[in-house]
């Protein structure tokens, strides 16, 4: 199961007319890349849960075929959770050992080597964690003895020259046995690491706990997509991505930025570490840097989600500064 009912607030506005999993990156789906993940482990069968924005993670996915996987989609009415998620696809999930990802991964984590843990330790549930040496703010997992025994809170800042131990942290990738629908409640919101997975630990079931290594990108915020962008663009020797139909006048600098499709930059414009999203065109001469850019028309008359990054008009286009 690929998790996609998510609305991606903190990506807003790029998902203003589209969910998280649905954009693109680098030209191809952020979805597809979970997709063709779980197909190199011969992962066929796979359903997907949606929410906002539905048809645009259709649109994305189709059938699957284009990405190796055969796709079920089941829909969510209101928002469940990760586990409540599960409870409304269990009728494709129950029966077998089965995987859940999150939607908004890029990643080559070693998933039979993960299975292989999950089999060995005759686990009710197996997390893939990784180190969080970088104190990053994502929520630490305590293990011991092989076995998860607590969800914890954030990690504190990272002290300069500090010697002290990577907390562990979950990347969203788990493999389960159907009796974990003994601990979720039917028909309602919940969450897996809140929820469930302290219930079946309190209830002396076994939560493994295998510590990955390899690339985990998790595209959560406009600076993150943008970050892990770039980063995949230099692993290519590149440092723009272009979609389709660009124009782009020879007298205009574009550098460390990904334009979507049909973007125009006039001449004399600068654009520097910038999304600019479907239609957007930069006028000439202006300069835009550390900026999401989409069409102002997009979002006119939409009230800014919660976690959403504060923007503003520009001409034509709403512009959003990254470092806030």
């Not at 790029?14 to 680098?26: F, G, M, N, Q």
């Not at 928002?79 to 089965?98: K, V």
């Not at 690491?193 to 295998?210: K, Q």
């Not at 970050?227 to 574009?254: C, F, H, K, M, W």
Request: charged share 20%; net charge neutral; aromatic share 8%.
């Amino acid at each position: 199961m690929i998790l996609a009912a998510g609305y991606g607030e903190r990506l807003w506005p790029l998902t203003s007319d589209r969910t998280k999993p649905a954009l693109p990156v680098l030209g191809k789906p952020l979805v597809g890349y979970v997709a063709e993940y779980l197909a190199r482990y011969g992962i066929n069968d796979v359903v997907v849960n949606l929410h906002h924005e539905p048809e645009s993670v259709r649109s994305a996915l189709g059938d699957g075929s284009q990405f190796g996987v055969r796709l079920q989609y089941v829909h969510e009415p209101v928002i469940l959770g990760t586990s409540g998620a599960m409870d409304n696809a269990r009728h494709f999930l129950e029966g077998d050992t089965f995987i859940v990802v999150n939607g908004k991964l890029i990643t080559d984590l070693d998933l039979k080597a993960a299975l292989e843990t999950h089999r060995k330790a005759k686990a009710l549930a197996t997390l893939v964690l990784l180190s969080n040496p970088k104190h990053e703010r994502f929520s630490i997992v305590e293990t011991r003895d092989g076995l998860v025994s607590n969800f914890g809170g954030m990690p504190g800042p990272l002290a300069p020259d500090s010697q002290a131990d990577s907390p562990l942290m979950f990347t969203g990738i788990q493999i389960l046995e159907s009796r974990i629908f003994d601990y979720i409640p039917r028909g309602v919101f919940s969450h897996s690491t809140t929820e469930v997975y302290p219930r079946a630990i309190a209830n002396g079931e076994r939560i493994a706990a295998h510590v990955a290594a390899g690339m985990w990108y998790e595209l959560s915020t406009l600076k993150r997509y943008l970050d892990i962008s770039l980063a995949l663009l230099r692993r290519q020797g590149r440092d723009v991505y272009t979609g389709r139909n660009p124009s782009i006048d020879e007298q205009a600098e574009v550098h460390d930025s990904v334009l979507w499709d049909n973007v125009t930059v006039e001449k004399g414009a600068s654009v520097r570490r910038a999304i600019l999203g479907d239609g957007v065109r930069v006028p000439a001469g202006e300069r835009l840097e550390d900026v999401a850019v989409v069409r102002g028309e997009l979002i006119s008359g939409m009230t800014p989600p919660a976690k959403a990054l504060k923007g503003y008009v520009a001409g034509l286009n709403f512009v959003v500064p990254l470092s806030q």
